[in-house]
């Protein structure tokens, strides 16, 4: 989502690395390659302006810490930097104290509207909520037959009302209504959408706002059209007062500046990002996480939420102590293998790996199950000992292994290579700035695989 971006910012940060100390001249040409960078980013030109003014003074006042080299200094202020710029933390939704909640979803035509109310009914539901869709959508034809084929995919109620009813409010009222009666907490009321921001579509939802009182106004803007999603998020927050926004189409390749501008221009958090045309392709927007990401610090928070139920907890919080210092066994890489597979689909969780060093090459790998049983295969072949310590692992050893697991001692010979720089890559990684910064965020279980075959 910030590939680009995060790319560039790794460059200029490299530059700095040869730098013994960080002066104006410098730092003065990292700054100008940051600029270069936000804007072709599409991030809004009044955003990048503040965010270099902040770094400038951060970088040459007195905050400055002697013990970090000038990338590391420069990485650390820009961090702090976008997470202010992006908003410190995360804007979670709110709920009335009488139920049901209603939220309005807003925005421009074709902006993802009809979709993210199914994706976030479902994501309510999964949350805590009981959540119920209604469309007030009455002048497309088949808008309103739209979230009904979503209800039915998603599983969630939807409040279908007369086929014939062409109010709006009659619809909504109704919904409420239908909501408050079968105990449902949330009221997500899909509206129309118009190409241009018009009188007539204000007016329409000036009313629902008034008479339904909603707690949250969503608007849901198309990430792909970049500066425009900002801008049309500012008008209507300006004529209707928004409470939040979702972007979507974050899979595609926008550049990413839009997330980083909506909050400083329109005063609204980004509440949601949406990244597929699955109903579960929605994420929480974190914007910590988010400046990890574009700095190439990986996303490791979303990796672990996402792990969340095929990793046990306790688990990576030793696994990462360990790594750390060193004591990470064969039957440790065993372990780790397991919950891999667990995992299922890996592309899109590699994606939110760091970006640092030998982990960039994982990005392009694909996993492949068979490879992964081979190994676990091995692995379950070695004595406890063996697995202690592969050291003792010598020629006769190999070839008992090899012939109990049904490979070759190639194949043993392979993996006991790929743990030795596995282990020897974690230990480099947990060292540095960028180690500590890792292991302060909590290193997931499924973290060290290396660079397995066909993995
Ligand atoms: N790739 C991708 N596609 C999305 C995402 N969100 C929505 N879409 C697609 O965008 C298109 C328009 O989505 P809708 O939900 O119908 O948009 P809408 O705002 O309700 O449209 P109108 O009701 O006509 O104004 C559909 O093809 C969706 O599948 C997303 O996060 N990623
Ligand atoms: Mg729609």
Redesign the pocket.
């Known amino acids: 989502m910030f590939d680009n971006l995060s790319e560039k910012l790794q460059r200029v940060f490299k530059n700095l690395r040869g730098e013994g100390k960080l002066s104006a001249e410098n730092m003065e040409s990292a700054l100008r390659e940051i600029r270069m960078a936000l804007l072709e980013a599409d991030v809004n030109f009044r955003v990048v302006k503040q965010l270099i003014e902040n770094i400038k003074q951060k970088a040459m006042g007195e905050e400055v810490l002697a013990a970090l080299s000038p990338s590391q200094q420069v990485v650390k202020i820009v961090h702090e930097e976008l997470i202010k710029i992006l908003g410190s933390h995360e804007s979670k939704l709110r709920f009335a104290n009488e139920p049901p909640s209603v939220f309005l979803i807003v925005?421009l035509?074709?902006?993802?509207?009809?979709?993210?109310t199914g994706k976030l009914a479902r994501w309510l539901s999964r949350n805590g909520h009981r959540p119920m869709m209604v469309s007030v959508?009455v002048y497309?034809p088949a808008?309103r037959e739209?979230l009904k084929v979503i209800a039915r995919e998603t599983g969630q109620p939807v409040y279908e009302g007369a086929a014939e009813e062409k109010q709006p409010m009659e619809l909504a009222r109704a919904a409420r209504r239908e909501s408050a009666n079968s105990g449902r907490d949330v009221l997500l009321v899909d509206t129309?959408?118009r190409l241009h921001i018009d009188d007539q579509l204000m007016g329409e939802l000036s009313e629902l706002k008034e008479q339904l009182n909603p707690v949250e106004i969503l608007f849901?803007a198309d990430a792909m059209t970049g500066q425009d999603a900002v801008k049309s998020a500012d008008e209507f927050h300006k004529r209707l007062g928004i409470t939040g926004v979702i972007l979507?189409?974050?899979?595609?390749d926008a550049r990413g500046g839009g997330a980083l501008s909506i909050r400083h221009v329109t005063g609204q958090p980004l509440k949601f990002v949406?990244?597929?045309?699955k109903f579960d392709?929605l994420e929480p927007f974190h914007p910590d996480r988010a400046a990890n990401r574009i700095l190439g610090m990986g996303d490791i928070l979303s990796f672990i939420e996402k792990a969340g139920e095929a990793i046990d907890q306790k688990q990576a919080v030793e696994m990462q102590r360990k790594l750390i210092e060193n004591e990470f066994t064969l039957e440790d890489f065993r372990d780790q293998l397991r919950q891999i597979r667990k995992l299922g689909p890996l592309g899109s969780l590699l994606d939110m790996m760091p970006k640092v060093g030998m982990l960039k090459d994982l990005k392009d790998v694909k996993i492949d199950e068979k490879e992964i049983e081979r190994v676990v295969a091995i692995i379950d072949s070695m004595t406890p000992r063996e697995r202690d310590n592969h050291m003792i692992i010598n020629g006769s050893r190999r070839r008992r292994i090899a012939r109990g697991s049904g490979t070759s001692v190639q194949e043993v010979n392979q993996l006991l290579k790929q743990y030795a720089q596995a282990r020897k890559m974690m230990k480099g990684l947990s060292g540095g700035f960028i180690g500590r910064k890792l292991g302060k965020m909590k290193m997931p279980a499924g973290f060290p695989f290396g660079n397995m075959p066909g993995m």
């Open positions: 925005g035509q074709g902006s993802g509207k009809t979709t993210t959508d497309r808008a739209q129309a959408g849901v979507t189409k974050m899979d595609g949406g990244v597929g045309e392709a």
